[in-house]
T-cell receptor, first 113, second 112 residues
């Protein structure tokens, strides 16, 4: 079955710097890749997603890139702010099985002012 | 707020107790999910209900029993749990066949 690996497990950056979180997946049939942000005491919140028919998607300060050949995708946060501090999860799912998201283990991002 | 609410937010129960977790979604979705979130482990999908029918049961022990009386409500009935069942239990909803899942805030369960 699908396996999603996420790195790093923790990431500390200075406010204003960029942060990059990477995920790899094992099943080449996967075609949907969301990213979730989980703040303390809250459930995961979908922040951006990408499908395998595009290589990059951007929404203000966050962007996601996908390399289908290498089977990896990354989350990029530019101009980080203290409120970006949270745990970020990547996930993957296959066509016609999009109810079954396979999640990575999470990255704890800390942005220091 | 995501439109998915969960109660209670915190629960402490003994191994011989019976309790229930409740989830309600106000998004008009027709698929609902239970996940277990443990420290340093990926979110584990437990159950999926689509159009009020259970379509996924990921080898979850029978001490966890889900119930979906309608498309807006989902319950997780708990009995004779073990300490290793202590975790954050998250509910999510989506449109059936859709990929975007919206999560509730979770119930922090501690089994003593």
């Amino acid at each position: 079955g699908e396996n999603v690996e996420q790195h790093p497990s923790t990431l500390s950056v200075q406010e204003g710097d960029s942060a990059v979180i990477k995920c790899t997946y094992s099943d080449s049939a996967s075609n949907y890749f969301p990213w979730y942000k989980q703040e303390l005491g809250k459930g995961p919140q979908l922040i951006i997603d990408i499908r395998s028919n595009v290589g990059e998607k951007k929404d203000q300060r966050i962007a996601v890139t996908l390399n289908k050949t290498a089977k990896h995708f990354s989350l990029h946060i530019t101009e980080t702010q203290p409120e970006d501090s949270a745990v970020y999860f990547c996930a993957a799912s296959k066509p016609y099985n999009t109810d079954k998201l396979i999640f990575g283990t999470g990255t704890r991002l800390q942005v220091f002012p | 707020e995501t439109g998915v609410t969960q109660t209670p937010r915190h629960l402490v129960m003994g191994m011989t107790n019976k309790k229930s977790l409740k989830c309600e979604q106000h998004l008009g979705h027709n698929a609902m999910y239970w996940y277990k979130q443990s420290a340093k482990k990926p979110l584990e999908l437990m159950f999926v209900y689509s159009l009020e029918e259970r379509v996924e049961n990921n080898s979850v022990p029978s001490r966890f029993s889900p119930e979906c009386p309608n498309s807006s409500h989902l319950f997780l009935h708990l009995h004779t749990l073990q300490p290793e069942d202590s975790a954050l239990y998250l509910c999510a909803s989506s449109q059936e066949g859709g990929s975007e899942q919206y999560f509730g805030p979770g119930t922090r369960l501690t089994v003593t």
